[in-house]
Structures are given as C-alpha cells and as structure tokens.
C-alpha cells in the first residue's frame, strides 16, 4: 500500500472513530483535576491523592458486556487474539483489504506473503481467519472500541467474558461438541471456565446470537452485538460453527485467566512470525496504532498519545485539516443508540463504516435506537 493511500486510510479511520467518541461522555483522565478552592468557612480542599466517589470507569459493565457478548464464547486462544488485534483498528482495515485483493493465497504461501506485511502480529494472525477479521475491518467502531475496553480495563474485560461464560453454561449454550471442548475449572473462591478446540491444529469460529445463548439479557439499554458472516444460515443448534481452519502457528496468544490478561506462546509466535522473542508477556505497540486516538485519556498517556494526539483527531475531524471532513456535532450523534453506541445493522444512520454502508449484518440485539 502506497504512502498517500495509506494516509488517506488513516485519516478516514481517524474520522470514523472520532464520530464515534464525540458522540460519547468524554473519558475520565488519569490526571487528577485542579483542587477546588478553599470555601468561605476555611475548610481544607481534600488531600491530592484522593478520588472523587463519583469518578466513572471508561466502560461501564453493561458496556463491556455488550462489547464482549459475540466474542466471549470464542476459543480461548482465539478470544486473545481478537483482543490483541482489536488495538490496532488501522491494521485491520489494511489488511482485510489485503486479504481481498489476494484471495488465492492460502498456508505456507499465506504465511511466507504475511511476513513481508508492516501489520502487528496480532493482526497477521487474526488473517488466518477471513470471517473474523471482516468484521473487525467492516465494524470499525466496534473493533475500536473493543481494543480501548481491552486497554483500559483488562482484567475487568476477562472477567466479564468468565461472567458471559457463566450465563452460557447456565443456559445449557456452551457445553461440549465435536468442534470444542468446554473445561470447567474451580477453585475455593473462583470458577474459571476455559474453551479449548477439540483439535489442537483446526478452530472453528462459533457463531450465536446473543440474547438466545447468554438468557435474559441484563441491560437493556445496551444489547449484546453480534455477528452472522454472510452466507451463513442459523440451524437449530444454539451455538452455529463456521468451517474449520487449520491454524498452524498461527493462533500464539493465550487467556491468562488467574491473572486476568494474555499472553504469548513464544515458540508459536516466532514460528508463526519468522522471529525470535524470549518474552511471553504481551505488550501493546503504540506505533501500530497509527492516527487513531485512545478512548481512555490514561491510556493515551501511557503510551504518549495524550491531549495532543486527542486534539489532533478533533481538530481532523472537524475539517481544520484542509481534508474536507466537516461534519456538525449533531450530525455525529444521529443514530447513535442507548448511551451513544451506534447500531451495526445499517439503520437510523448507524453502522458507518469505511465504506460509508453498513456492510455486514452485526447488530445490537434488540435494535433500538
């Protein structure tokens, strides 16, 4: 991809995901704000390092649970590497529209015409997966917001797939197959349950809806997105499978689910990668992520994106980047459904992709707007 288009891709990405946040409560900062100044009867301001009661997370839980609902019953390594590549939206789009223009390139020819890509590795894996990764390019909202979620409150994001998980099993959704088998692990104070491939070597991609699987959605006002790859006809089973793939090396990340994040098979990831890492710790490559801003405003400065990087987006979005995108306010929040998420289904003006039409049938279970 040429330098100038990959610019245009960026900044078309920058616009789609800044309509998006602007449409939502602005992020709590990790900076504590100014002390209030002393009243009238002398009573000290409270002590710096405290927290006001009223400081709100970045997701809420009925968020990340509309978030995580068409993911969380994925395999367990799969379900990583969905959260992994989810932090790097631009990549994504690059290379789903790789994969289309290449659609002959299948196993080790596959895997030798990924190594020459600049993508996150991340992202190179989740291509072994063309169903997967059309969504995530298709609703870049979505994956956006995804990867923020999974940034900015990581453990609360693998505890809430546990709590998904749960809700499945009750319901009689997730229980053993001939494409997976569900490992159920408890301890004095927490029951951990795992989704491992019946296979090692072939993952079948699951494919549900939400608010049948899970039971009684929770939140109304935020239902569970999900996703039907086209050509896909639901049966009677509860949980549906796409063909199998037969990943090779491709599927390195792993659920740490004690320590709530994930990790990296080193051996699988530099076989896979054509590397040598020894570290099996997964870290986040702000380089990768291009022009796109972080949602949360602790996590932009964590990896030295802060107000700048914000203000930039705004300001692109805005049209002060002589780029022609001028689009009001109140244009941005059209569509947008229950606490501004904006629905995946194509209507009331929701699900905007790069293309500017909603392009596959993820949708908000329930679809009110």
Excluded: C
């Excluded at 990581?154 to 809700?167: F, I, W, Y």
């Excluded at 019946?198 to 549900?208: D, H, I, K, R």
């Amino acid at each position: 991809m040429q330098t100038s288009e990959r610019r245009s891709l960026a900044s078309r990405v920058v616009a789609t995901v800044t309509i998006a946040l602007l449409a939502l409560p602005a992020p709590v900062m990790s900076q504590a704000p100014p002390p209030p100044p002393p009243t009238s009867s002398g009573s000290a301001p409270p002590p710096a390092g405290a927290k006001p009661a009223d400081v709100q997370k970045t997701f809420s839980q009925a968020e990340l649970e509309q978030l995580l609902a068409p993911i969380a019953l994925y395999p367990d390594s799969l379900f990583a590497q969905v959260l992994m590549a989810s932090t790097y939206p631009l990549d994504i789009v690059m290379a789903d529209r790789w994969v289309k223009a290449n659609p002959g390139l299948k196993d080790k020819a596959l895997e030798d015409a990924l190594a020459k890509q600049p993508w996150d590795p991340a992202v190179k894996s989740i291509v072994v997966f063309p169903q997967v990764l059309a969504m995530m390019s298709d609703k870049i909202d979505w994956t956006q917001k995804l990867g923020d979620a999974f940034l900015a409150q990581q453990q609360e994001v693998m505890a809430t797939a546990q709590t998904l998980r749960s809700k499945a099993v009750t319901q009689g959704s997730l229980k053993d197959s001939k494409e997976q088998k569900v490992i159920t692990e408890k301890t004095e104070s927490t029951t951990i349950i795992k989704i491992e491939p019946t296979n090692p070597e072939v993952v079948y991609v699951p494919t549900y809806n939400p608010t049948v699987v899970y039971g009684a959605w929770a939140y109304p006002a935020y239902p569970p997105y999900y996703y039907y790859p086209p050509g896909y006809v639901a049966g009677g089973a509860l949980l549906g499978f796409t063909a199998g793939v037969i990943v090779g090396g491709a599927l390195w990340g792993g659920a740490n689910w004690g320590r709530g994040d994930v990790n990296v098979n080193v051996n699988r990831y530099n076989n896979f990668n054509k590397t040598n890492i020894s570290n099996g710790n997964w870290q986040h490559n702000s380089d990768r992520r291009g022009a796109v801003p972080y949602r949360d405003g602790g996590t932009a400065q964590k990896y030295n994106r802060g107000a700048s990087a914000n203000a930039a987006s705004r300001d692109a979005y805005r049209g002060r980047d002589g780029g022609g995108m001028q689009q009001t306010r109140g244009d941005a929040g059209r569509g947008a459904g229950a606490g501004g998420d904006r629905d995946f289904g194509g209507g009331g003006g929701g699900g905007r992709d790069l293309g500017g039409a909603s392009a596959s049938p993820m949708n908000r279970s329930g679809g009110a707007s």
